[in-house]
């Protein structure tokens, strides 16, 4: 058997095969009310046709002032759990996991889609003052949304609404949720001495800056049933090597941590918590350097999902099957090719170890 077409058990959870399709935003929510339409169900259901073991949503705001754009995804209300319930049923049906990133914009929200320019969105234009962990906007070269810093209920309500967010999640049908702290968003914002100067007890040293995270996951946990698995999204690295920042030796110990408080996987990203951060490398397999130390050097036994520059089926395959990750996390080259998965079967000769969809048989031959 292919090391990429293995069974991934994580709690009382099977993930039918290796292959994770990476969170990314869609930017399509037709009215700006962050409730799922026609385009997240085929978007998703067409990856998880295409044989990926794993399907995430995009980044989800748990509250409408932590989506990025006005466009996202939403799950803090009841209507949002229902217009994202037969996106999951119809993953699930597929044979895929159906899994959900429950994020939190911070200092980076309320900014135009990519394609309308990434601009911060101004409060008569449908935008909305932002929240960090120290009052600092994010850094545009022109006006910046009014940026409050969080004061202690304003902690205790984010902390509730990702608890509530995992709550409808489930309800919905998703059964694994990722909470995202990385890429300079809320969490990461937390976590990097970039941008947390705070010098309450979630700021200053290793143990208050990592505190937000830490328990932002256990109210995940605390809500999400005990046989199935909550990953975590970081940035491994604030690719800021002049300056003090987040480093990998700090994602060692976080993971530690985070698995104390339920975290069953970590989704090793890197990057976004400023505009000059900037990988050394960016080809092929370029994150998984970050990845591999945490996975081992952690105490505690905890799964590893590499990302970043994996593009073909023989480097998911190698990930795997050199035991540098546990998940191999596909991004864009789910965006070119739905169908990554079967295509992988292919290539690697193991039709034989996929159950894909009756209707494409005569096209990929298992």
Known sequence: MTALFSPLELRGTTIPNRVMVSPMCQYSCEDRDGLATDWHRVHLGSRAVG??????????????????????????????????????????????????QLAHAGRKASTSRP???????????????????????????????????????????????????????????????????????????????????????????????????????????????????????????????????????????????????????????????HPESRPEYAGPNYQLRYAEPIRAETERDIAVGAVGGITTPEQAEAVIATDRADLAIVGREHLRDPYFALHAAEALDATDEVEGPPQYRRAFGF
């Not at 810093?149 to 309800?171: K, M, N, P, T, W």
């Not at 010098?199 to 937000?212: I, K, P, S």
């Not at 976080?254 to 890197?270: E, H, M, N, Q």
């Open 115 to 273: 394609w309308d320019g990434h601009e911060p969105v101004a409060p008569d234009e449908g935008g909305w003052d932002v929240v960090g962990p120290s009052g600092e906007p994010w850094p545009y070269d022109g006006e910046a949304p009014r940026t409050e810093r969080l004061d202690q209920q304003g902690i205790e309500d984010v902390i509730d609404a990702f608890r509530s967010g995992a709550e409808r999640a489930l309800a919905a049908g998703f059964e694994v949720a990722e909470v995202h702290a990385a890429h300079g968003y809320l969490l990461h914002e937390f976590l990097s001495p970039v941008t947390n100067h705070r010098e309450d007890d979630y700021g200053g040293d290793f143990e208050g800056r990592t505190r937000l995270a830490r328990e932002v996951t256990a109210a995940v946990r605390e809500v999400w049933p005990d046989e199935k698995p909550v990953f975590v999204r970081i940035s491994a690295t604030d690719w800021l090597p002049d300056r003090e920042s987040w480093t990998v030796e700090d994602s060692v110990r976080l993971a530690d941590r985070l698995a104390d408080a339920g975290a069953d996987l970590i989704d090793v990203s890197g990057g976004g918590i």
């Open 51 to 100: 044989g990926a073991g794993l399907v995430m949503t995009e980044a989800t705001a748990v509250e409408p002032r932590g989506r990025i754009s006005p466009e996202d995804l939403g799950i803090w209300s009841d209507d949002h759990r229902a217009a994202l319930e037969p996106v999951a049923e119809f993953v699930r049906a597929q044979g895929s996991t159906p899994a959900i």
